[in-house]
């Protein structure tokens, strides 16, 4: 399992897991070569999912920092949403 991404199904329910690490500013040991690969499976997996598929998206951690959105909060920035 490269780059620790991956996908499910259980009960018609397509589980999708992403470590969001590897988006992380603070990663400077990733050429983000990982995390163009698993933006390319998730965009991917959706394109390519039923109308009326539904999906669970779990992430390792808040995207973009190692900092969670309360963290961000606290110091008075907003919690962002990561949208496709």
């Not at 163009?36 to 598929?53: A, C, G, I, P, V």
């Amino acid at each position: 399992m490269e780059g620790g991404y991956y996908k499910f199904e259980s009960n018609g329910i397509t589980f999708i897991s992403l470590s969001t690490l590897h988006w992380s500013i603070k990663n400077e040991k990733d050429d983000k070569t990982v995390a163009n690969k698993m933006l390319d499976f998730l965009k991917s997996t959706l394109s390519n999912s039923r109308s009326d598929e539904k999906f669970i998206i779990m992430s390792h951690v808040y995207y973009g920092d190692y900092n969670s959105p309360a963290d961000d909060s606290r110091k008075g920035g907003e919690p962002q949403t990561f949208l496709m």
